[in-house]
């Protein structure tokens, strides 16, 4: 998708849509031309109590203006030149509202507030009037993606079919060794020398690096890249130690945000641009590198950006690990140095008001407009090392249906349809599977798509994970309730545990129960409704398809279930077993019955997926 980035135009019909407006578009440290507008006199007062719309109150709509501009004009020329063009402008008849102009990233942004009476505003021939040539600058908005840098000594290597022949001849002797063990003579005193039981790889002793061009490395810049992030890597070190202190304060408003960024332009001008270290033309590019990474997820945010990265997990300064089909990958995304990192995690701190002072937690961040990322922070104190541990897992905010699974291999027609099938018959159903397998997106497919519109449904989970939303509209799905898990005490509200949900699912009515990654003992809770005919479904952690349902058991041990046969006899209402790896369903089974001389469950075989028919 492409988009024309330097001009936009918004149409403003009521109260609501203009202060929405004023806090996306207005810069409190931008330079106001109107008298009446400074001090930041809210566009809701201007509108209505000092520039009255002539024909009655909200009877013409505002307009606001947004152009990107040449920083060689400056803030308050270019303020001066609107008000001056709006004013020629023959046949049109307008109130000029507010007019503001500052810096915006790499560009001097205008905006304008206009309510306009007769004739119609030409923006684009403002564009003329100061002296920049309006050219259509077109964004591709496909994320950038990395690539995986594999070694020639990697790439190049493979093993001989004579030594492949060689391995599985000595590993089938090596077998029967080892099933002829005994006490007297065991398994490794029968044999000369120990055959691993797959032959090594080189990988199996290097990291794999995945190469993601960053924003930054794309910025064109005067200077060279090391020059520029060697100037980034002094100023952070500045902001990190000098300043520290302001810059946490100035992270809980948007004034001491505006505050503490004219502090640092001050700062950047002063000790890099005067004095010829930085060129005057790299400042623009430099500040909004340095905006992003004290006000944004910085070096991060290219790692999320990526549509083949599910998961980020940072261990050390230098040690960004991302997760990609499953397996992980050591990113060329690195901070610049332990301060760096630590400021890092203390602003996402900040930002989602949470404390550092207990030893783990998880939390959903609502931010970034294509994720909702769920955060698992480790403290320092706990850790081997001085600083924290990060663990970000990605979830789309559009979420996966039916025809973008199937597109994307984890089902085919055959496997939705049945799946689909048991949202309506089956009493409970489980997908489990490894972590990074595909287990919540399939089950956030399945809360879609599996039931009734008129089905009342209840999801509960650690984090806001699973989402409802009708393809038409990004809007909650009516009849939907989700509730989730709150660690810790905030301002007297007491903190709520998963099974403290799950115990009050029991009386919340519903007659569909969803749990986002069972855990403990909340099991119970899905054990009892399901049983009681209350549909039910929910993810879990499970190393193959045939241990799902002992690991259920032992969940449910954690609660109320004494006996573990009678916990584990409990679970046959748990009709239908998803297993997913890799981000494919692998099996699905059947339960059918419990069986009492051998306390094991007995399945129904439905379906195996046959990657050498895929293949």
Known sequence: MQKEINLKHYVIKDVDSLKKAEDKFRDKGAVEQMPWAKENTPYTEIAETIIKDRKGAWATPLQIYIGRHRTTIGAR??????????????????????IQAGMKGRHLVLVMLLREYSGQFDFKKFFDYTGDKLVTIVEDNKPTEGSLIIPDSIKNFHYTPEQIKKHDEIEKEQKKALESATKELPFLNRID??????????????????????????????????????????????????????????????????EFMSILKAHVQKKYVDER?????????????????????????????????????????ESIRVRIKGDAYLSNVHFVDENDYIRFIDAIAVRNGIKLNVPEQTFTDTHDENYILRFSITAEYVNSVDYPYLHIRKIARHKLLGPDLIKAGMFDEKVR?????????????????????????????????????????????????????????????????????????ID???????????????????????????????????ITLSNSGCRT?????????????????????RGYANDYNDAKRMLKSFQTIVYLQDFKVQEISEITGYNEDTHEMEYRYIYRRDEKKEG
């Open 492 to 526: 007297g509200k007491q903190a709520v545990t998963l099974e403290q949900l799950g115990q009050l699912a029991l009386v919340a009515g519903a007659n569909v129960f969803v749990i986002g990654e069972a855990k403990g003992a909340e099991i119970c809770s899905a």
């Open 277 to 317: 270290i930085l060129p005057s033309e790299d400042y623009p590019a430099m500040i909004d590198k340095l905006y992003r990474a004290l006000y944004q997820l910085y070096i991060v945010q290219d790692l999320i950006d990526d549509p083949n990265i599910t998961d980020i997990k940072i261990t050390a300064p």
């Open 537 to 557: 479904a929910i993810t879990i952690h499970s190393p193959s398809s045939t241990e799902t349902i002992d690991k259920m058991a032992d969940l449910a041990m």
């Open 193 to 258: 020398k120990y055959e691993p039981k797959e032959l090594p790889h080189p990988e199996d002793h290097m990291d794999l690096i995945y190469d993601l061009r960053t924003k930054d490395q794309q910025t064109k810049t005067v200077c060279s890249y090391d020059e520029f992030y060697g100037i980034f890597s002094r100023i952070m070190i500045w902001v990190t130690g000098i300043e520290r202190y302001q810059y946490m304060l100035s992270l809980k408003s948007r004034d001491a945000e505006n």
């Open 417 to 489: 349809d049945y799946l689909l099938d048991c949202g309506k018959n089956s009493r409970g159903v489980v997908f489990a599977g490894p972590p990074g397998s595909g287990k919540t997106v399939a089950l956030n497919w399945f809360l879609e798509e599996a039931y009734e519109e008129s089905a009342e449904i209840l999801v509960i989970q650690e984090n806001d994970e699973l989402f409802a939303y009708s393809p038409e509209t990004p809007e909650y799905r009516k009849g939907v309730m989700f509730q989730h898990v709150v660690n810790y005490s």
């Open 77 to 98: 020329q270019l303020c001066r030149m609107a008000d001056q063009f709006v004013s020629e402008q023959e046949g049109f008849d307008c109130d000029i509202l507010s």
